[in-house]
């Protein structure tokens, strides 16, 4: 516990941790009013991974420089058998809390947007905005040509209507409309949500309609946004029993996006040559106006409710809740990095800067070969057999060595690489079993829905490749276990 300085490493990354969770939860916050865009969500994301990146880095450098000037192990200081093992656990937890920077932010990010709402009513509030997304401007669920499958076969037929429940409606009816959806549902949810909101269309339950446009208005005004319209001159709007046809569009905001005479003619004026080819669309002057904000021309909606900036912010919050960006996955691939930072470490801790260095070259030179066979050859599966014939060589020359007892000989390079290589040695035999299955079975000639059913098996093997990292994870600390037994051996061996 001394000679590793683990206890004042431990206490300098937990203040570091407690600092970035808070950037991560003060970064959290939720403006209400602003559309975010893909982009806007990662900017500062970007900027905290690349100081948590440099955070590690400098920690693991000031840590490493008063590790390394005591090694008793080298000096042939009486250590008992286990002794080598725990130093390699103290090592790689140091090295995860070095690495875990950046999950202490998006824990704060997560914890931060979670504290808005519950989860329960996240869901219902998330419910009622997919449901209200129906009577505003949306995609169809339907287009002109409906589309048949039959024993495998496809067909399309032009049409003008639609059809529920056996009855025909037009295609700019409601009842053609799709909803918007969060990451609370799935496919099954949205279209039951679906099928609830036609019932009510077509048994004309326009008291129903009122209530959800009420619940999110008062959403609306709970979070200080503006609408140009009240619930009632919505449902004025849109409610158009019984065929519901879209004459009158509530926009999900009120400005559109950028206008473009050329390709927004007004009143049928055609000005471009994509205009004559069809690539233009007619504007809607029934539901839509040209403003002008700082000399610029936009489109913009006669009748807006705030939809996309609400759907903004509760995409935020449900993904929090029911997508967090800090799961199994993303602790696993730390704790991967952390195996491979506290490997190079033990390695150079037991071995020497000569033979680390060596193994570094030696892997390097290899590397390069193996890629170079692998393009003369032309088949994807050498490199990754090459690899495994490494790490087999590798390991059965240590073997060797300390059978034999007669000096160390290059063992030390071999030693490192051997160390360098076994943890992926299983993930890289998996990843060649399962290839050369597909190929010689013929899998990847099979349509892929039908693989689970022609090769279950396979598919098996191959849905399961997420599982075997974490069972590679696990049998690292036997490999591990194993390797510090017989490192010990080894620094009893001659140097020749």
Not at 270 to 289: F, H, P, R
Not at 332 to 349: D, E, G, P
Request: with cysteine; glycine share 4%.
């Amino acid at each position: 516990m001394w000679n590793t300085k683990i206890v004042p490493l431990t206490v300098i990354a937990i203040l570091l941790h407690i600092i970035y969770f808070i950037l991560g939860y003060a970064d959290g916050a939720i403006d209400f009013t602003y559309i975010s865009s893909y982009y806007d969500l990662h900017e500062n994301e970007k900027i905290i991974i690349v100081f948590s990146g440099l955070t590690s880095a400098l920690t693991l450098v000031i840590w490493l420089v008063y590790y390394f000037k005591n090694n008793a192990f080298k000096s042939f200081y009486p250590k008992k058998t286990m002794s080598l093992y725990k130093e390699w656990l103290l090592i790689l937890f140091g090295c995860f809390l070095v690495c875990a920077f950046s999950a202490s932010f998006y824990y704060g990010k997560d914890v931060r947007a979670r504290s808005y709402f519950s989860e329960e009513e996240a869901i219902k509030r998330c419910e009622t905005l997919s449901l209200a997304s129906f009577f505003t401007v949306g995609s169809s669920e339907q287009d002109e040509y409906m589309y048949f499958d039959s024993i495998g076969r496809k067909f399309n037929k032009r049409v003008n209507y639609m059809l529920y429940k056996g009855k025909k409606y037009p295609l700019n009816s409601l009842l053609n409309k799709n909803i918007q959806t969060f990451s609370f549902f799935d496919q099954k949810k949205d279209s039951l949500r679906k099928i609830r909101l036609k019932d009510w269309l077509v048994n004309n339950q326009k008291d129903s309609v009122k209530v959800l446009m009420t619940r999110f208005m008062g959403m609306v005004k709970e979070h200080q946004l503006t609408a140009n319209i009240d619930e009632n001159k919505w449902l004025e709007l849109v409610y158009n029993y019984p065929e519901f046809q879209e004459v009158h569009i509530v926009g999900n905001e009120e400005k559109l996006e950028f206008y473009d005479p050329n390709q927004y003619p007004i009143d049928g004026k055609i000005d471009s040559v994509e205009a004559v080819e069809g690539n233009v669309n007619q504007l809607d002057t029934i539901n839509q106006y040209i403003v002008e904000i700082n000399n610029e021309k936009y489109l913009a909606y006669k009748h807006f409710v705030p939809y996309n900036s609400l759907q903004s912010a509760y995409n935020i919050i449900s993904t929090s809740w029911n997508n967090p960006t800090i799961d199994i996955d993303y602790l696993i691939v730390t704790f991967y990095f952390a195996i491979a930072f506290s490997i190079l470490i033990f390695s150079f801790r037991v071995t020497s800067g000569k033979s680390w260095l060596i193994a570094l070259i030696s892997l390097g030179i290899l590397n390069i070969l193996f890629g170079v066979i692998t393009a003369f050859i032309g088949n994807e599966f050498v490199y990754m057999g090459l690899l495994i014939v490494l790490t087999l060589a590798a390991f059965i020359y240590l073997l060797i060595i300390l059978k034999r007892k007669q000096g160390k000989g290059i063992s030390g390079a071999t030693l490192v690489g051997t160390l360098w290589l076994l943890p992926a040695f299983i993930p890289i035999l998996y990843g060649l079993i399962l290839e050369i299955a597909k190929v010689v079975t013929g899998y990847n000639r099979v349509k892929y829905d039908l693989r689970p059913t022609d090769f279950p098996v396979i598919s098996w093997f191959e849905n399961q490749f997420s599982a075997m990292f974490y069972v590679n994870a696990a049998l690292v600390f036997l490999m591990m276990l194993y390797m510090s037994f017989k490192i010990k051996k080894w620094k009893g061996v001659a140097e020749s």
